[in-house]
């Protein structure tokens, strides 16, 4: 059972195989790292009950669907600014490039059956895919990312004399299988077939380069410390209210007396409660009683009669770099913006506009730390977790309708 192994046995056992698993699948980092500590919340939790190889992968696809869906809904987009190669040259940063090219299933289905070591018909359950297909499709997908990476235009050599997926099966299935065997005779006999082998080997150690290289041994460090820090106490209780507003209802959850989470009501109350528990708390109860203070504030804020807010508020969930961006958004005042590329240098970042785009964009108190404030150096709305029009509509209530242009690219 979960319940009765410590954290720290099952995090160094299984965390850095779902860190990297995440940030090969999602392009922010910060995403993936909320995803990562999202789902070790959840198998640490001790309702999860017994560990499940095949079970965890299944949790981590829907949390990747799931921000994926999230993003594209609110119409978010981080800020454009020029990115190096970065660590491993341009060839890795090709590799990147191609990797991200390939459809998110077939990335999907490759990390898993390259690295977990799930029989084919465990990733057809987990993706909902066909089981005879998936060897096909992950084979197809490989072949078609080492072409992207080698600059030959995506072309996949046709391998018409076996199955496709029968070489995939070959290179990771039992040796001794009949049709392996025939397989392996096959190879020698064609040199098709066999440059078609020597291509998906390729293929295999890109994926394995890209996969060593997507966590730096100090960046997994950091993100076990959070981890092991942010678990939950037995007990915790998150109070809860929701009430309307002119951008739509507002969720507003608190702990201690302090407020942590301000979500745009775009969800069902079973949704919200299953991205606080147990992720913020052990337990959600919804409490207006608790939450007045901060209803009373953010609709004096709406009405127009409000400029700043009294009540207690605090982070918990963030990064050390994402406080340092919500604290200086923070001091932003009211009827005023800044540029991401001045709040890339209030915390040392100059050329971080991007990295601050993506902590901003998922500020976990919105309205309150005010990233409505932030604006692109162009003159542009910018990007906002809530949706574009929510951004424009909190600009508008502070004095600055039609300022800035709508455009969030």
Not at 42 to 63: I, N, Q, W
Not at 123 to 142: D, F, H, Q
């Amino acid at each position: 059972m979960m319940a009765d192994r410590k954290p720290e046995e099952l995090i160094d056992r299984y965390g850095e195989k779902f860190a990297r698993f995440f940030l090969l699948l999602q392009n922010d980092p910060l995403d993936a790292e909320d995803s990562f500590r999202s789902l070790f919340l959840r198998l640490l939790d001790p309702r999860s009950g017994a560990f499940e190889e095949e079970k965890a992968y299944g949790a981590a696809v829907r949390l990747v669907r799931r921000t994926r869906s999230r993003r594209e809904r609110a119409g978010y987009r981080p800020v454009e600014v020029e990115e190096s190669a970065g660590e491993g040259g341009e060839r890795t940063a090709a590799g990147r490039r191609a990797w991200r090219r390939l459809p998110l299933p077939e990335r999907i289905a490759a990390l898993i059956r390259l690295e977990s070591g799930l029989s084919p018909e465990a990733v057809a359950r987990v993706l909902g895919w066909e089981p005879e297909r998936v060897s096909a499709r992950i084979e197809r997908g490989l072949l078609s990312f080492r072409a992207a990476a080698a600059g030959v235009g995506g072309k996949v050599t046709p391998t018409r004399i076996v199955p496709r997926g029968a070489l995939l099966d070959l290179r990771l299935g039992p040796r001794n299988e009949a049709r392996s065997a025939k397989t392996e005779e096959a190879l020698h006999r064609s040199p098709p077939l066999a440059r078609a082998q020597a291509e998906l080997d390729e293929a295999i150690v890109l994926v394995g380069g890209l996969y060593r290289s997507a966590l730096r041994a100090g960046d997994w460090k950091r993100m076990r410390r959070r981890l092991l820090r942010e678990l939950p106490g037995d007990g915790a209780v998150l109070r809860w209210d929701r009430f309307p507003s002119p951008l739509g209802d507002l969720y507003v959850g608190a702990m201690e007396g302090a407020v942590v989470r301000i979500v745009f009501g775009d969800l069902s109350e079973e949704a919200w409660i299953r991205s606080v528990v147990p992720s913020l708390a052990a337990e959600a109860k919804r409490d207006p009683k608790a939450l007045q203070p901060a209803r009373g504030q953010l609709g004096e804020y709406f009405e127009g009669k409000r400029r700043a807010f009294t009540f207690s508020w605090r982070l918990i969930g963030v990064s050390g770099f994402q406080a340092s961006v919500l604290d200086a958004c923070a001091r932003v005042p009211f009827g005023s913006v800044r540029s991401y590329k001045q709040i890339a240098r209030d915390v040392g970042k100059s050329r971080g506009m991007r990295a601050v785009g993506r902590a901003l964009a998922r500020n976990p108190i919105p309205v309150v730390i005010p990233c409505h404030r932030i604006i692109s150096h162009t003159g542009r709305v910018g990007g906002f977790s809530g949706g574009i029009f929510r951004k424009e509509k909190l600009l508008a209530l502070e004095g600055m309708a039609g300022l800035f242009t709508g455009d969030a690219g």
